[in-house]
């Protein structure tokens, strides 16, 4: 049961909020997985970098692709060779549907030459250890795709674990360099937690201030029953406590977390895709299968701990992200004060959450963390951030909202008599003006 009297506080943080944690920025990523992957049939132009070529030939700008925008076009892939049934029939849009870039992008022979149970691929350049057997009915085409992409998720793991590391004997997360950022955000969440139940949601793939929280006291449900530190054992997610306790301090991972594994043995035997917590981070590529599921009628997706690319909101019925974004739905609907920290509005299920609490909650105060967050207001130019939040996530009439515009100091505007707050900085410097 919820207690709705009760004021609650929700934290969304998107990527830019983990930027001086050490966390990584859209750029860097993308530029690490053109240089990272399988290479096309040259076998020297990688696959990743001449999905990015080709889309800028066709006239998109550099802002409009990044590592997201080539894992989406990766995943499109292995939808478009899967098979429909187990007759292996094309799926429905190989059917009408042709690629232009087989004779470049499929680098890859079927070992033996047979496509059978159990086959498998040669990739060149790539070590066989790498390579999984085929048990679950994939085309030879698709099933390149799918290692390719548990390759890009193993680089953006690998970035992700030099600033998220966190065990005992060793931490990356508390470290000299961070003590006053990481002593900043838990004197606020000790600031917050007084008088409200703390709600935090990252779209980010760590525990970084799940960790910090539980260091200073504050007893932060995961998902998973287990506090700062992860046992060496398999912790699974307790999926009726995310669905049925509203009235604990969360930090729920929406797009997963690289401390996730997807179980899908148990005692020999082959089970339905779950999600466990272990404590180190996780290389997809050493998995010891491919989880895949049909979420529509002839269309496989890949089940992996993190999830990026475009098709978040087909990936999010899946547990446990779908019980994770039902709770932030219901969060956004009923808290008191919201916080958007570095999130850039990329993903529609989020920010349909958003509109909901904008149009329904009605004692909703939101506050808009971003250094990118433009301090003047143009009316005339749909380019701008502000208007775009404006048109695009809060439905408010950019005209209306000027009028109210109340400048406190040049990073920090208030609207609406304070229902809407701009915080034109980023995280640390965020941190340190709630703190004064």
């Known amino acids: 049961m919820m207690d709705e009297d009760k ?23 993308t530029e690490s997985i053109k240089d990272y992957g399988f290479y096309c049939k040259d076998n020297e132009t990688r696959i990743t970098k001449f999905i990015y070529e080709v889309l800028s030939k066709e006239g998109y700008d550099e802002t409009e692709i990044n590592f ?13 060779y899967s098979y429909a049934d187990r007759k292996k029939t094309n799926s429905f849009s190989k059917v009408f549907l042709d690629s232009k870039f087989e004779n470049e992008l499929l680098n890859f022979s079927i070992r033996g030459g047979e496509e059978k149970h159990g086959y498998t691929i040669d990739i060149p350049k790539v ?7 085929s048990y679950s009915n994939e085309s030879p085409k698709q099933f390149f795709f799918q290692h390719l992409l548990l390759n890009l998720l193993t680089d953006i793991s690998n970035r992700i674990s030099k600033y998220t590391y966190h065990t005992k004997g060793h931490s990356l997360v508390v470290t000299d360099e961070k003590k006053e950022l990481n002593e900043n955000f838990q004197n606020w969440m000790k600031q917050i937690s007084k008088n409200s139940i703390l709600r935090m949601y990252t779209l980010n793939y760590d525990r970084v201030f799940k960790i910090l929280s539980e260091r200073v006291g504050i007893k932060v449900f995961e998902g998973f029953d287990t506090g700062e530190f992860v046992p060496q054992e398999n912790v699974n997610i307790d999926l009726k406590k995310i669905l049925s306790d509203f009235d604990c301090n969360v930090h729920y991972s929406l797009h997963g977390s690289v401390f996730w ?12 895709p779950q999600v466990i917590l272990k404590p180190d981070p996780g290389l997809p590529i050493n998995s010891t299968d491919l989880p895949m599921l049909e979420m529509e009628k002839g269309k496989n997706i890949l089940m992996s701990n993190i999830v990026t690319g475009y098709h978040k909101t087909q990936k999010s019925f899946l547990s446990p992200f779908r019980q994770m974004q039902s709770t932030f739905d219901r969060d956004c609907m009923l808290t008191n004060e919201m916080y958007i920290i570095g999130y850039s509005f990329g993903d529609a299920h989020i920010n349909t959450s ?24 143009d009316i005339d130019s749909n380019k ?49 003006a709630q703190l004064m």
Do not use: C
């Open 7 to 29: 004021k609650r506080t929700v934290i969304l943080f998107g990527a830019g909020a983990v930027i001086d944690f050490g966390g990584p920025t859209t750029w860097e990523l």
């Open 68 to 80: 997201e925008t080539i894992i989406n076009i990766i995943e499109d892939f292995i939808i478009y």
């Open 127 to 133: 070590s066989q250890d790498f390579i999984k057997n």
């Open 261 to 272: 594994r997807i179980k899908t043995r148990e005692n020999g035997f082959e089970i339905d």
């Open 354 to 377: 958003i509109k909901n609490a904008v149009v329904h909650n009605e004692k909703l105060v939101l506050n808009f963390v971003d250094p990118s967050l433009s301090n003047v207001i």
């Open 384 to 432: 701008n951030n502000m208007e775009r939040i404006l048109i695009d996530i809060l439905k408010k009439e950019s005209l209306a909202m000027v009028k109210s515009q109340k400048i406190i100091r040049d990073d920090y505007h208030e609207y609406f008599n304070g229902k809407i707050k701009i915080n034109i900085v980023g995280m640390k410097d965020f941190l340190k």
